[in-house]
């Protein structure tokens, strides 16, 4: 019979469990004092003397033994989770009432005689003795018996578990084994440990050996048909891990790894939150510290507004804001799924957030006013944009309406309104662009900078720059794993194609602290580390699958695509970058620009938008922007998104 058929005797064990163990107590002293006679008479059970004498003394023992037990609370422990907490409690329930029943035993002695002054019965001064050792032993056993069952012989309904080791004996080592076993569900069966301490080897904790050093672990993984291994070393240095990882290539393995150790230590963590080695863990990003006084200051309280609330980035932000307890999140976008989806998420996961989303058009100025008008947001976070490169190379006009138009009309609204704080997030590809998406952005950046000293306002216009995010939409990560699982190719477009990388939480705080940081004219350029090869990157995702890059997968390069150049840069040559309070942050102070030309240039481009070809539109935007030098595609037709090439990652 499976488990599934005794599942109601189980739920109704569990919604009784103080009474199931009242009686199997008594059922264990019962048993425990019927040993303890068998061996002093040398197992021989007949004669009525025997049967007397366990009898008369039986509901003495159970009486005083079921009381100092409830006494001691030792009916409401799970017995799974038995350790030697418990084991001591029981030693010492026990204690007390063997000292009780033989002082009630002495104290009825005179009744004992007179009702058995023919035959002489007395309770043998060994059955004390006997009786303690086994109840201690009965009790103790059924507890450790059970939690036996329930981790090492009950199986799980329908799956086979995964063989698994860990790396890392240490504090996290031993706190998420413990977890695991303590899990009835759990789909791992630890085999072992490995740990690069000397005095660990051989050792064995909670049973599990220390099988060895982390130099073996492909012939231990090899040894023992190990599925999959995880990291217990949160601290662990990227480069570590990289070269574990790489050790392993061909075995079929699944990395895992588990969060802070403090979690681990203080049971915060869940197996279910042992989650597989990513990307990010390879690239060694460190965690964000947040002035959460300076944000908080100008969020906590506020109305705040996000666009492309539906984004990566967007709904990274909203995430991120909605920590801050604003008044309420306005959230602007204007696709109705993504907005539906990031409206949901927040509902679920912030229900006392009030939130009002907004199917919008950054480029509907009446709308986008209507709703300025009646919400008076103090803060707006700008993340909407048309951002894949090439893209924009066959559809310039609309990276001009959404990235220039869009930005003039809500920046302009937000000046007008005099909204207090106007965040826009920018890209590296600003710098020295020589794409559509690129160059829009910097124009983009060059409006919102110049433009608080121009109008009579008393909003603070801040821009973010910083380079990509790891597993935004559409971005070279997603594709990757795309590519991977259904066997390949990864598509490269040049093995010396060079982006910097950053986590799309770590940049949306970054953001946020900008936006605290400043004052209205600066440019903010986020630490994005060091730039990291996108040939490096595919090839760590393919062995973190369990395959060999180039045997198992292939590796495709498909040639530079239209707007794309092989590094990335963070400044243009001349702008003055400093250091800021964060160690995060840089700054680029405000430069002179002609206002008046890159207005009347945008004006020219809202003209040219619909009405001319990419080359007069590309040349429209080099007048705005003179460092510009556009990547012109071999096809200027939308036709060629067909061409092989269209499946290689972008790097957007």
Known sequence: MNESFFQPLWQWRIRHRVFVYFWAHAVLFGFALLISFLLRYNLRIDGEWFLREYLTYLPLTLVIKLSVFGAMKLYRDSWRYVGLRDLFGICKATHLSTIFCIAAVYASRPIWIAFCE?????????????????????VSGARIAFRFYNEELRPLEGAKRARLLIVGAGDAGDSILREIVRTSENRYRVVGFLDDDPGRQSVRIRGIEVMGKTE?????????DIDEVLIALPSAPQRWVRRLIEQCQGLNLQFRTVPAVSDLIEGKVQVSQIRPVDIEDLLGRESVTLDTEAIGQYIRGKVVMITGAGGSIGSEMCRQIAQFNPKKLLLIERMENALFEINRELERECPALVRVPYVADIADASRLDRILAEERPSAIFHAAAHKHVPMMEWNPGEALKNNIVGTRTLADLAAQRNVEKFVMISTDKAVNPTSVMGCSKRVAEMYVQQLGGRVKTRTEFVTVRFG?????????????KEQIAQGGPVTVTHPEMTRYFMTIPEASQLVLQAGAMG???EIFLLDMGEPVKIVDLARDLITLSGLRPGEDIEIRFSGIRPGEKLFEELSITGEDVSRTS????????????DFERICAGIENLITIADTSGPADIRAALKQIVPEYEPVVPATEQPASVNLPDAQAAPVA
Request: aromatic residues 10%.
């Open 519 to 521: 004052r209205g004219g």
């Open 468 to 480: 990509n995010v790891l597993g935004s939409n559409g971005s070279v990560v997603p594709i990757f």
């Open 582 to 593: 964060h160690s995060k942050l840089g700054i680029i102070k405000k430069r002179p620009e």
């Open 216 to 224: 073996r672990i492909r012939e231990i993984c090899d040894e023992q």
């Open 118 to 138: 023919e035959t002489g019965y007395w309770i043998p001064e060994s059955i004390f003795l006997l009786d303690w050792v086994f109840t201690i032993a009965t």
